[in-house]
């Protein structure tokens, strides 16, 4: 069982940066791979970015592609998300996520609360 905590969120005015954190506890954080993932209001939700177990891999959307960049501390049991040149069209409620081989395979078994990041223009 892994506990998922986000941090970080907040208002930002567009074409700035902010750094969201995960912070995850319980038994096989080493061992999962992580994502974030965001929905904004009206809209389905989507993988941001993802990261393997060792950190060796990562995959990102075509809309984070060159801003955004996910990063892991396996000895702090974290994952961040590092933001630049946000628009406003980021804003979301970003969740992290984890899961056994979920790199490879796409599902995520445990989720984060959420923390909302607003752009403004």
């Known amino acids: 069982q892994v506990q998922l905590v986000e941090s970080g969120g907040g208002l930002v005015q567009a074409g700035g940066s902010l750094r969201v954190s995960c912070a995850a506890s319980g038994r096989g954080f080493l061992y999962y791979g992580m994502g974030w993932f965001r929905q904004a209001p009206g809209k389905e939700r989507e993988l941001v970015a993802a990261?393997?177990?060792?950190?060796?891999?990562?995959y990102y959307a075509d809309s984070a592609k060159g801003r955004f960049t996910i990063s892991r501390d396996n000895a702090k049991n974290t994952v961040y998300l590092q933001m630049n040149s946000l628009k406003p069209e980021d804003t979301a409620v970003y969740y992290c996520a984890a899961g056994q081989d979920a790199y490879s395979s796409g599902r995520y078994m445990y989720w984060g609360q959420g923390t909302q990041v607003t752009v403004s223009s």
């Open positions: 990261i393997s177990w060792s950190g060796g891999s990562t």
